[in-house]
């Protein structure tokens, strides 16, 4: 479905990837882990159409896309929960809803806000909170409930358990699995393999800019304890050890 | 005394209309719009063009912002539009060179004479209202700034449009990634805004002289409504209009030499003090 | 570019400068016309361009022999571009100088001038000061001064028997100056001054001073304002209907071109007039057929003005006969104007200002060809009434 | 700064006056005229952009300094007999002192509120200048006949000499311009304008430097308005105007804002559109503002942005060429 064909990014003067591919089908759930830095966060800027490319190639459903504009990502389906959320903090939590269907206003995906609401209750408990009123739990469910709502053929998370409550760490990871059954893609990007472990198909790690690793499920789980060393050695001082 | 509250309803309403435009350009595009003057007064010529050619004037109500919303729009995407990812200050530098060809333009097309348009026959005379006689045009007026007003509000606040606004206020790449081209938002926004400024210049018309350089006079009150208000802020813009429209109305019985300095001395002080504005009360806005 | 580009730039800059085509023609008796051309009174700079420019061309284009050739500058209603387009014109070598619009611009402007010697006609601003406490040896009025305004209508309040004054006074110098002198007056005919306004120059809302008013008991409203403010007052105070009830009248609050702004509210409306298009007398008549076959459109008070101060001065150069612009100030002081537009005008030595007879109009619906606010001449004074001999 | 620069600024500082007293020798009057009117303007033009310009405080309230700087020369010489020269100081300490206070309030507030805020005040300047303060300022009238400085006993009402006077103001101006960017004390500004956070942490005292800033600012703008004032024998409350500091804000952008040179060059530039499109058309405005938008939309740097930015190209294409060479030398 979406494809990265050795992809060279910068922030100005600065290179932020070299030669990095990634490549994610439907039903397919990608681990991205990396220290701080490592180029994570980037990779997915570039899928989500944030970052041009300086060169190399972005694909979707093979065809190469020209100039991918966030617009464009979004309605070919690709939906993207940035790092910070970026929850609207002038809208209630139900506009914050409301927003993503401006643009698709079918439900193509069958993704309803009533549903969105089902999969999490708390939302609909909030749902004349305003967006700056939230919690980062909170923040966290919208943004993903906000991204669902664009009928996504495939999400990237970044960091979606970040700073979370295990209690909520648990409904995401429950809504990643049931965003799973529908056949969507997911690439998502953490610092470690901890919540990913249980969900992903296919695993990469990075390190400044460049994929240090990546294997399947099978190969992760072969050679587990060598990717974990690799991700440990590479983590900063700060990086909880994987269990 | 009843009289002088209307009188300065109608005031603060057609400061209000004056400073809508510029206080959601500003919300929403974090743009200084200098030449919110130039197109109120192109919004006045216009409708003196239309008044002229077909002696009505509630058409000229009609075209006179949606021909400026055109306009303005234009502008956007022609002038705008390349300068956003630059510093703030080149978009109102770009404001101030729009000022300059647009009173060209305007002059040389309309010359440098007084225009007017007369008052339809239905808006026309005054009535009285308790010990005051206040014309009928007046009510017309606080009419058209409360529907204005209210429409705005309605806008912004119940529209699916209205909530990418707000959004788009915040985080415009984040709207991006829901689907919605926030350059087409900008656009929209801008053309709302002159068509604004427009409909105040239309609505004006009757009340003063339409010429070159009306619109250099209003620029300084558009500023105290917004900064009173809060910038971006239109509830704020009505409330802070309604408070300079009274000030007025009565400072014009009790203190008429000192308004002008006071309302400077209050605006420095809202800067000083509260610089995001008087009419911040809803804790879930930004001002 | 580097430096050396740059001082090129600057050189080839000058060097046009320098060669400008103006400077060449040493033969032409050149005027330096410093007028408002742009902004809200730049409609009064062209009037008064027009005026002048048929003044050199109703004698056939020359004085003394020499072609009269005009250069105009816009002063932007700015008294600081006024003097600096003034100085540039005088550098150039102009032989004389005509404008300015507003008072300011004229003041500062007499000082430079007069520094060089080059005589200045003031054929619109009223400013007591320019022949008064600021007069100068080089600058001369032709036009109306703010005492004869003001004699004028404290005569109207008169002879209109309005025994209570309400008074709307445009909040800046002049305004204040004239309705200090206006008061005065007004005691002495008997007025009583009910109450004053003082509303800030470019005032958008008056309905406040309107409702103040119509709650008065006064019988007149004299409103001593400017251009646009006066025309927001006019149209806002016709629509409650105020001329219906007292009698309003001022400085140049109304004419044909203030007409086209207020409309049918207008009818009614007295005011000065420094000049009007119907004034009876053959030299009158002949300019009108001229301006209107020109311009095709009736002249206003400022092109008529201009056309008078201009025709005057350059029959007294021409008088004159000799290159000298000390000759030509000198005689026009003491000059006498026979073939005004509005009858006779006098140069006073003594201050430099024009004694003339002045008139009061009121607005009625003009008839075809006159536009449709036309100004009924009501009143005439004569000079002796409106200027007293020189002290 | 790099010692380039700086020598350059230097140059530029000697090169700029002397240009502009050679080219006087080049024509009469109304070139006297001019040049004097560029080297004032300049002089304001260059007192801003110390705020705008190198750091980076957008203000549009300056027509306040410049104006009071003009009023004070006026009234001490007219009204209270004082002479010019000491007159000439007291601009320069007025226009100091409302900078200051301007500054004091800059630090409340910033960004944009803060250039709404310079409007408001320079508005409230103008309100008392022309309307409250009469008596003493000639209200909307201004002043007239204003005199000039005399300095050793030349005539200075002599276009000309007093234009080498300007000149001689202007040249030191540009000195200290000069000094200014060079000095520490300029490199701390220049960083406060690319990060205000970042040279707070680095220990420096921002609310004193900007306060100062405006200081210096104000009092060079109320030279340049005193030096106005004498140049065309008048003040008036247009000087105090919003559309007076909008006029130094569009000349200081035409010429390059940060740059050495820009103000002058942009100043120059306008003075020239007005004597020159203003002679052959009246519709330099509109000319004025299609140049300014072109300006803003392709040249962001000016005229001077856009020199620079062609001798960066130009230096970068001959290292490139040079590099190339000596692959290739090596190669053979």
Not at chain 2, 253 to 260: G, K, L, N, R, V
Not at chain 3, 248 to 276: K, Q
């Amino acid at each position: 479905m979406l494809t990265l064909r050795n992809a060279d990014a910068c922030y100005g003067a600065a290179q932020a990837l070299h030669q990095v591919s990634l490549s994610a089908g439907p039903g397919d759930v990608l681990a991205l882990a990396g220290r701080n830095g490592a180029g994570k966060s980037t990779a997915l800027k570039v899928l989500a159409g944030h970052l041009a490319l300086r060169s190399g190639t972005l694909e979707f459903d093979g065809k190469t896309l020209a100039n991918p504009t966030p617009e464009m990502m979004s309605h070919l389906g690709v939906a993207y929960v940035p790092e910070d959320r970026q929850v609207f903090p002038s809208l209630s939590v139900r506009e914050n809803l409301v927003i993503s269907t401006v643009a698709h206003p079918r439900p193509r995906g069958g993704w309803t806000i009533d549903r969105v609401f089902e999969l999490f209750p708390r939302l609909k408990e909030r749902r004349r909170a305003f967006g700056q009123e939230l919690s980062g739990g909170e923040q966290q469910m919208l943004a993903i409930g906000r991204a669902l709502l664009c009928q996504p053929r495939l999400l990237l998370l970044d960091e979606p358990t970040e700073g979370l409550a295990p209690v909520v760490v648990a409904a995401v990871v429950e809504a990643i699995r049931e965003i799973v059954a529908e056949k969507a893609g997911i690439i998502i990007v953490e610092q470690n393999f901890t919540v990913p472990e249980a969900l992903a198909t296919s695993f990469s790690v990075m390190d400044t800019g460049r994929i240090a690793w990546n294997g399947t499920k099978a190969e992760y789980m072969e050679n587990r304890r060598d990717v974990m060393s690799l991700l440990s050695g590479l983590g900063s001082d700060a990086q909880p050890q994987p269990t | 005394m009843t009289g002088t509250l209307i009188i300065g309803l109608s005031i603060a309403m057609m400061l209000f209309l004056l400073a809508a435009g510029l206080t959601i350009i500003f919300g929403m595009l974090g743009v200084i719009n200098f030449a919110h003057g130039v197109l109120y007064m192109v919004g006045g010529f216009i409708a003196v063009e239309v008044v002229n050619q077909t002696g009505n004037f509630w058409l000229s109500l009609l075209v006179a912002p949606l021909a400026v919303a055109a306009l303005s729009a234009l502008l956007e995407i022609l002038l705008l539009r390349p300068l956003y990812d630059r510093d703030h200050v080149e978009q109102l530098l770009m404001t101030f060179g729009i000022i300059l060809v647009l009173d060209e333009v305007v002059r040389t097309v309309w010359g440098l004479g007084y225009h007017d348009i007369p008052l339809p026959g239905s808006l026309s005379g005054a009535i009285p209202v308790f010990d005051s006689d206040v014309a009928v045009y007046r009510l017309f007026l606080i009419g058209a700034g409360l529907i204005a007003g209210l429409g705005l509000f309605a806008l912004i606040e119940w529209t699916k449009l209205g909530i990418v606004l707000r959004g788009a206020m915040t985080h415009p790449a984040m709207v991006r990634s829901l689907g919605i081209p926030v350059s087409t938002i900008r656009t929209i926004v801008f053309a709302l805004g002159g068509g604004l400024a427009a409909l105040a210049g239309t609505i004006a018309a009757p009340l003063i002289p339409i010429q070159v350089g009306m619109g250099f006079g209003i620029i300084v009150d558009c500023f105290i409504v917004v900064i009173l208000g809060g910038l971006g802020n239109i509830r704020g813009a009505i409330a802070a209009a309604l408070l300079l429209g009274l000030v007025r109305a009565f400072g014009q019985q009790y203190f008429p030499e000192w308004i002008e300095l006071s309302t400077y001395l209050v605006l420095m002080i809202v800067l000083l003090w509260r610089p995001q504005g008087l009419f911040t009360f809803s804790k879930g806005r930004k001002a | 570019m580097n430096i050396f580009g740059k001082a090129a730039l600057f050189a080839a800059g000058a060097a046009a400068l320098v060669a400008n085509p103006a400077l060449a023609d040493e033969d032409a008796f050149r005027v330096g016309g410093i007028v408002s051309l742009s902004g809200a009174y730049g409609v009064i700079g062209e009037s008064m361009r027009k005026g002048a420019e048929l003044a050199a061309e109703a004698r056939g284009g020359t004085v003394l022999g020499a072609p009269i050739v005009f250069e105009w500058e816009d002063t932007e209603t700015n008294p600081q571009i006024a003097v600096q387009k003034a100085s540039a014109l005088m550098g150039k070598g102009v032989d004389m100088l005509f404008g300015a619009v507003s008072s300011g611009s004229t003041l500062a402007v007499m000082k430079v001038s007069e520094r060089r010697g080059v005589p200045l006609i003031v054929t619109l601003s009223a400013s007591d000061r320019i022949t008064g406490e600021d007069m100068a040896s080089n600058t001369f009025r032709t036009s109306n001064p703010v005492r004869m305004e003001n004699t004028m209508m404290a005569e109207f309040v008169g002879r209109e028997k309005l025994g209570k004054i309400y008074a709307v006074v445009a909040d800046y110098g002049v305004g204040r100056d004239m309705w200090d002198d206006l008061k005065g007056r007004l005691d002495a005919v008997g007025a009583e001054i009910v109450a004053e306004d003082y509303p800030p120059l470019g005032g958008r809302d008056y309905a406040l001073i309107i409702d103040k008013i119509k709650k008065t008991d006064a019988d007149g409203v004299v409103m001593i304002m400017t251009g646009g403010d006066a025309i927001t007052f006019l149209k806002q105070s016709g629509q409650v209907g105020l001329k219906d009830e007292k009698q309003i009248f001022g400085t140049m609050v109304m004419d044909e071109m203030m007409g086209e702004a207020v409309g049918d509210l207008s009818f009614g409306v007295n005011s000065t007039l420094r000049y009007h298009f119907a004034i009876d007398n053959e030299v009158n008549r002949a300019f009108v057929e001229s301006y209107v076959a020109k311009y095709g459109v009736y002249p206003d008070q400022a092109a008529g003005e201009a056309y008078d101060g201009m025709a005057w001065f350059l029959d007294v150069v021409e008088e004159t006969g000799v290159w000298d612009q000390q000759a030509w100030i000198k005689a026009f002081s003491t000059s006498t104007n026979t073939k005004s537009l509005e009858g006779v005008k006098v140069m006073r030595a003594c201050d430099h200002q024009a004694a003339q007879s002045g008139i009061f109009g009121k607005a009625i619906k003009g008839e075809a060809p006159h536009p449709n606010v036309t100004m009924e001449i009501s009143y005439q004074f004569d000079s002796e009434t409106l200027f007293p001999a020189c002290d | 700064m790099t010692r380039g620069k700086w020598h350059l600024n230097l140059t530029l500082a000697t090169v700029i006056p002397l240009a502009v007293i050679v080219l006087s020798f080049l024509g009469g009057a109304p070139l006297h005229t001019l040049l004097s009117l560029i080297v004032v303007w300049s002089i304001f033009a260059i007192g801003f952009d110390l705020i705008f310009g190198l750091t980076g405080i957008i203000s549009f309230g300056h027509a306040a300094f410049f104006g009071i700087g003009a009023y004070a020369y006026a009234v001490l010489t007219l009204s209270w007999g004082v002479s010019e020269g000491v007159a000439l100081l007291a601009a320069i300490l007025f226009g100091t002192v409302l900078g200051a206070l301007f500054g004091i309030v800059s630090l409340r507030i910033s960004g944009i509120y803060f250039g709404l805020t310079t409007l408001i005040m320079a508005e409230m300047v103008n309100h008392l200048i022309a309307i409250k303060l009469k008596r003493w300022t000639g209200g909307t009238d201004g002043l007239a006949g204003v005199s000039r400085p005399e300095i050793l006993g030349l005539n200075v009402y002599d276009d000309h000499i007093y234009l080498m006077l300007l000149v001689l103001v202007f040249w030191l101006v540009l000195l200290g311009a000069a000094v200014l960017r060079a000095s520490a004390y300029g490199q701390v500004l220049s960083a406060i304008r690319q990060n205000p956070v970042r040279a707070e942490q680095l220990g420096y005292d921002v609310s004193m430097y900007k306060c100062s800033a405006f200081a210096i600012s104000g009092g060079v703008s109320g030279l340049a308005g005193a030096l106005l004032g004498g140049l065309i024998y008048y003040v008036g409350p247009q000087m105090t105007h919003w559309a007076t500091s909008g006029d130094v804000l569009i000349m200081t952008v035409l010429g390059g804002r940060g740059t050495f040179a820009g103000p002058v060059v942009g100043v120059a530039l306008f003075e020239f559109l007005r004597e020159g499109v203003g002679d052959i058309s009246d519709h330099w405005h509109g000319l004025l503002g299609l140049i300014f938008i072109a300006v803003t939309l392709w040249m962001p740097g000016g005229v001077v942005g856009l020199i620079q930015e062609r001798v960066r190209r130009r230096r970068a294409l001959r290292a490139e060429l040079r590099r190339a060479t000596i692959r290739t030398e090596g190669a053979t």
